[in-house]
C-alpha cells in the first residue's frame, strides 16, 4: 500500500498549474473539524488548458485508475479527462479523486465563490467552504458523510459564536 501524501500531491498539481478547490475530508480537517481521511479529493476546473494540465500532473503522479481490472486499456490524457468527470486513483502520493462538478454543485466556479486560499504546510491551495463541504455532504446522502456534516454543522456554529461580537 502507498503512504498517503497529500502534500506531495497537491504540490504536483501546483507545478502543472492545474486549477482545482480541495474538498472531502482534507478539506473538512483543514476547516478545524478532527476528521480522518485517506484520499485527497479536489474538484478541477473543466476547461481543456486545465485537462491537458491535470493530466501531466496524474502522469507525473503515476496515476492508476482505483479499482479497474488489471490490463484495463486507460489513456491518461485531455480527452479521456474531457470524455469523463469524476475520476478515482491511485497515485504515488497515494488516492486522488478527481472530481468536475462534485454532487450538489455547479463544479470549480460555483466552489471558488467561497473558497479560501490556505496555506497547508507550505503549499498554497483554494479550499471549499464549510458551506459547500455541508452542501456536497448533504447532496452526497452517504452513510460515511453523516459524521462529517455533524462535525462541519459544529464547526460552523463554533464559528459563528466566535465571530459575534
Known sequence: MIAFDPLRALRM?????????VIGGLATGLHGAAYSTFDLD???QRTAANH??????LRELEATLRGAPAGL????DARTI??????????????LDCLGTPAGTKGYDDLMRTA????INGVPA????IDDLLRMKRTAGRVKDRAAIDLLEALKQ???RTSQP
Do not use: I, W
Not at 474531457?82 to 497515494?94: E, K, L, R
Not at 483554494?126 to 467552504?129: D, I, N
Open 116 to 119: 479560501t486560499e490556505m496555506d
Open 42 to 44: 479536489v474538484c478541477y
Open 126 to 129: 483554494f479550499v471549499a467552504s
Open 52 to 57: 491537458e494540465a491535470l493530466a501531466g500532473a
Open 13 to 21: 498539481l501546483n507545478e502543472h498549474q492545474v486549477r482545482f478547490v
Open 82 to 95: 474531457t470524455m469523463g468527470d469524476s475520476f478515482t486513483f491511485d497515485t504515488t502520493a497515494g488516492a
Open 73 to 76: 486499456p486507460f489513456q491518461l
Open 158 to 160: 463554533e464559528k459563528n
